[in-house]
């Protein structure tokens, strides 16, 4: 009897009206990743108004590509708690839904993470836009955002609210989850235990679309988020490890 081979990688991607960007992005990744991975490609649609779902369906026809709904917007952490959740591979990659992520930076995100030495903690590799192709009230609020959670979490982490990211699916899971976690999963791993490292990643302007995000929603919303990590952070047991001993 046939059998698939094992997954090697989910990639999720949080989308909320953006049924200009479904179709060229399963395009890119389906470049970046055939004939590498076993993948498979979940979209979650977060409440979207426009066709964005209908555009996703288009995209199953050609396969490796899954739905997810959300009856209403419930952010993007909710969204990417779904997908994970939902993944049929031990390694995750994430993606924003604007396109401005390049799929074509996953395979060696995967690559650095695969090649920890053995007995290595690392997993998460996260990505760090160099050169942002960004508006400058975007710019602005990541750098003053990055500034302020580096400074507080100390989590070396440079950009930490880079949506491209590789990550071991199980530790994810054990994470506590709250909304706009997603900013924040660097300190939260290491918080688990598990290593992060960053990897300069490219980013391109949006060419499609609409931006969700301003300062009142990416820097001032996150203060009290950040409180709240920081307060995880102290009641954490860093470096706990189990072992189980049986008779002989």
Known sequence: MYTSPPMDLSVVIPARNEAENVSPLCAEIRA???????????????????????????????????????PRSF????????????????????????????????PPMVAHLRSAPAGSKLKMVIGNRVTRRDTVVRRLSSRIANGIRGSLLRDGTPDSGCGIKVFDRDTYLRLPFFDHMHRFLS??????????????????????GTSKYGIANRLWAGIVDMLGVMWLRRRGCPGLEVSEETEA
């Open 187 to 208: 300190a939260l791993f290491l918080r688990a235990g598990a290593g992060v490292e960053s990897m300069p990643v490219a980013h391109r302007p949006r060419t499609r």
């Open 32 to 70: 970046a990743l055939e004939g590498r991975f076993e993948y498979e490609i979940i979209f979650i649609d977060d409440g979207s108004t426009d066709s964005t779902a209908a555009e996703v369906r288009r995209c199953i026809k050609e396969g490796r590509v899954r739905l997810l709904r959300h």
């Open 75 to 106: 952010g993007q952490s909710a969204s990417v708690q779904s997908g994970v959740w939902a993944a049929k591979a031990p390694l995750i990659a994430t993606l924003d839904g604007d396109g401005q992520n390049d799929p074509a930076d996953i």
